[in-house]
């Protein structure tokens, strides 16, 4: 399994802008999906966003479409989320996850289909 480090989280206003990073170490296998899921108190992790390694085809959810970008720096191995706009209701702790699953596109946001996961950073968003 890959491991994952997540990196920027942090405080920020309603509207503003924050972008939240991990980094993956050297592995055997390539992931085949890498993907950021949140979570807060009492609900559900959800997913973010997800994205292909080779084709680059990426995911989101509906809550985040147009404001949320998931990106990958292949030669560093380095996922990012930019997130604009920010809500309140984004608040939450943002978890990095990987996988060598191959998962048909409307199921990559489906937890269960990853196998490395990250500590976490958490984003927190004031009205």
């Known amino acids: 399994q890959v491991q994952l480090m997540e990196s920027g989280g942090g405080s920020v206003q309603a509207g503003g802008s924050l972008r939240i990073s991990c980094a993956s170490s050297?592995?055997?296998?390539?992931?085949?999906?890498m993907a950021w899921f949140r979570e807060t108190p009492g609900k559900k992790r959800e997913g973010v966003a997800a994205?292909?390694?080779?084709?680059?085809?990426?995911a989101y959810a509906d809550s985040v479409k147009g404001r949320f970008t998931i990106s990958l720096d292949n030669a560093e191995g380095t996922l990012h989320l930019e997130m604009n706009s920010l809500k309140p209701e984004d608040t939450a702790m943002y978890y990095c996850a990987a996988t060598s699953l191959q998962i048909g596109y409307y199921a990559i946001l489906n937890e269960l289909h990853y196998r490395s996961w990250g500590q976490g950073t958490q984003v927190t968003v004031s009205s």
């Open positions: 994205i292909y390694t080779d084709t680059r085809r990426a």
């Open positions: 050297s592995s055997a296998t390539k992931p085949y999906l």
